[in-house]
């Protein structure tokens, strides 16, 4: 949601739009790999997110794939 509200508009001032691409390359560099893996899974636990109409069809699903596998392999942890 971040990335999308950092995205550049045609009225947006040069001042505004240089503010926007730092804040966007701040935040890009900073959660990647498996630290924005986890804020997704974090965020689709969450019921006000839960829906992750951020991410496309592709990206939400491989969200809730990963969390199936997660819930999967603590089940059987507490199994053994």
Same mark, same amino acid.
């Given at each position: 949601m971040i @990335?999308?509200?950092? %995205? &550049?508009? !045609? @009225?947006d001032?040069?001042?505004? %739009?240089q503010?926007?691409? %730092?804040? $966007?390359? #701040?935040?890009? #560099?900073?959660?990647q790999? @498996? &630290?924005?893996?986890? *804020?997704?899974e974090?965020?689709? *636990? #969450?019921?006000?997110?839960? +829906?992750?109409? &951020?991410?496309? !069809? +592709? &990206?939400?699903? !491989?969200?809730? !794939?990963? $969390?199936?596998?997660? %819930?999967t392999?603590?089940?059987?942890?507490?199994?053994?």
């Open positions: @990335e999308q509200s950092m %995205a &550049q508009c !045609d @009225e001032s040069s001042t505004i %739009a503010m926007k691409r %730092a804040i $966007l390359k #701040d935040f890009t #560099d900073r959660y790999g @498996e &630290q924005n893996k986890f *804020l997704q974090s965020t689709a *636990l #969450d019921p006000r997110f839960r +829906s992750l109409h &951020q991410l496309n !069809d +592709s &990206q939400r699903e !491989d969200v809730f !794939d990963r $969390l199936k596998l997660k %819930a392999q603590m089940q059987n942890q507490v199994h053994i």
